[in-house]
């Protein structure tokens, strides 16, 4: 069974930080990986779908990069801005089903 | 219209009555999903369609809970004989073609989802 853990949990940065958010899968054969946004009380928006013939993907100041041979993926942030405040999940599409982590929760401290 | 639509976006029950969610997918995207995300947890998968049919209902956690798409658009999830404990966010989400089981994987694209009370 594909389990998906995002670490951490919560995290808060000043406003300008560069930031990586973590993403770990414990089966290896998937076939995409995809980063959402949710603001609370809101639906999920996504940001960045990595295929798994690709390493990264990227848009804007948002680079999202995989290893599916170590079951990593990670979403470098640049230049953090106040209206990133949100939380961030990851998801995973294998042989069963999309999975999704917990997500990190993340706020920018002006 | 231009995104996934779903409504009503909060409903309020009382135990044991019956509740439809519905879910308009964006024109044209033949896959349709149904999730559950309770508060601080990921969504939870409780259903896929690829047009009008299920081609996977693994995660309905019970026999109460059953889901629809007679014309390949809209789906309704119905819940029977509702519990306080499927006090959730139902979560919609369409995608132009089938995410896995092969390589044309595509992207999901959610709803702002339908928040269920049940007191």
């Known amino acids: 069974k594909q389990e998906v853990t995002q670490i951490p949990a919560a995290l808060s940065v000043p406003e300008g930080e560069n930031l990586v958010l973590n993403c770990s899968f414990t089966d290896s054969a998937i076939y995409n990986l995809q980063w959402f946004r949710q603001d609370p009380g809101k639906g999920l928006t996504s940001l960045l779908l990595i295929q798994s013939s690709q390493r990264e993907q990227t848009s804007g100041r948002l680079n999202a990069s995989l290893d599916k041979s170590s079951g990593r993926s990670t979403l470098y942030i640049a230049a953090s801005q106040p209206g990133d405040s949100a939380t961030y999940l990851c998801a995973v599409v294998g042989n069963e089903k999309l999975t999704f982590g917990t997500g990190t929760r993340l706020t920018i401290i002006p | 219209g231009a995104g996934v639509s779903q409504t009503p976006s909060n409903k309020v029950t009382e135990k044991g009555k019956y509740v439809e969610l519905r879910c308009d997918p964006i024109s044209g995207h033949t896959a349709l999903y149904w999730y559950r995300q309770s508060l601080g947890q990921g969504p939870e998968f409780l259903i896929y369609f690829q047009g009008t049919g299920a081609a996977d209902d693994s995660g309905l956690p019970n026999d109460r809970f059953f889901a629809v798409r007679p014309e390949g658009s809209v789906s309704t999830l119905k819940i029977q004989r509702t519990e306080r404990g499927d006090s959730a966010v139902y979560l919609c989400?369409?995608?132009?073609?089938?995410?896995?089981?092969?390589?044309?994987?595509?992207?999901?694209?959610f709803g702002e989802g339908s928040r269920l009370t049940v007191l």
């Open positions: 989400a369409s995608s132009p073609r089938r995410p896995y089981g092969g390589p044309n994987t595509g992207e999901l694209f």
